[in-house]
């Protein structure tokens, strides 16, 4: 019983164990338990689009109330530092060092937030670390303030770094420019490539160094172009067997070993034939096609990152693979273009692994409207969210005020795979037919 006057209250967690408690939350469990903990989401998730079409007049009640099979979830081949990409925020350290270069702790709503260094977090690298320590060591040697909010001024802001299993770095530098002429922003520039080349960062042996002025949140190459500043233009990665060139802002999954695991699944599914086209949808730089392409007569990548398209081009050349084509634009504009006039007598299968905002409607409305995809493979990072949305416009019964008039996909397995441990997140791969 607790006595009067006497507090039972557990100590404060240390900075270190609430930032591990928010990007890491699973930290704690072992690795079993882990992939437990994520078994019992999915089974929610798929409980939960068996009810949802059941209030379709869909019946897709199957044992346990899930509307398909669900398999246990596939274990990542590595557990810890297993990240080829991670982004560190510059801001204020518990400390109060405003040049504190870590991740987010806290919410903007209680104004309570705080960069702390990510030294001690499970999921990243020792690489990333060393690369964020080395940029924070520059910035609070440079005479120029961060940049903590754009109306406020300062300059130095995020920083994102990019390894490889071929032993390749790629950091990149965003920086807000603010008032700074040209020839300002060249000293910054070579005072940066001065530190990673000749000076302390040279630790890191960098690959590739990128500096991006940057007046807005995110930017795009094509709003502000990045550029190169130290090395090579690109890292490469191996992946079952096939050499992938990877740009700054180019998506690449962020487990190179899970991801291995997780298209081999996909090439197994798809069930492809000799004559079988495979269409991928937000295909990035081309990695489940062409990890595919031997299987199937024809692969078409569809991808809105223009420098992605450059790359998945380069990957298919550099390794031989001459039945592939990729479309530079967004899914919703490219696909219904694509399919609207699909003469082709082959087998067509799509396989689709959108963020999480998951597909627009009119992707799915084009999917479900061509009469030659029988086969669906949806890979997604966050099925509880608008990949939900998805699921239900591909399944629901033919509904012409929507315009979705073709017949409708019944979902007929489902994998998760474990491609982010110590977090709560999974990839689901889910089989739909008709």
Known sequence: ??????SCSLPEP????????????????PYQEQLQVKYESQRKILQTLASRLEELGIDAQKPGGLCCPLQPVVPSPIINGYRNKSTF???????????TVGLYVGTGRERNIVCVKANHV????????QVAQCYEEFICHSPLDSCLLFHEGGHWRELVVRTTSCGHTMAIITFHPQQLGQEALATQKALLKEFFTC??????????????ESTMTRCSHEQSPYQLLHGAPHIFEELLGLKFRISPDAFFQVNTAGAEVLYQAVGELCQATGDTVLLDICCGTGTIGLSLAHQVSKVIGVEVVEKAIEDAEWNAAFNGISNCEFHSGKAEAVLPQLLASWEDARPLVAVVNPSRAGLHYRVVRAIRNCRSIRRLLYVSCKPEGEAMRNFLE??????????LTGERFAPVLAIPF????????CELLLLFTR
Do not use: I
């Open 418 to 425: 474990d491609m982010f441990p110590h977090t709560v997140h």
């Open 122 to 129: 499970d999921n990243m690298p020792s690489k990333h670390k």
């Open 89 to 99: 925020s510059v801001n204020r350290g518990p400390d109060g060092n405003p040049k």
């Open 199 to 212: 000076g302390p960062g040279t630790v890191c042996d960098l690959t590739s160094l990128y500096f991006q």
């Open 394 to 403: 591909l399944c629901c019964p033919p509904d012409p005020r929507k315009k």
């Open 1 to 6: 019983k607790k006595k009067a006057g006497v």
């Open 14 to 29: 240390s900075w270190e164990e609430r930032l591990a408690n928010a990007v890491t939350p699973l930290w704690r469990l």
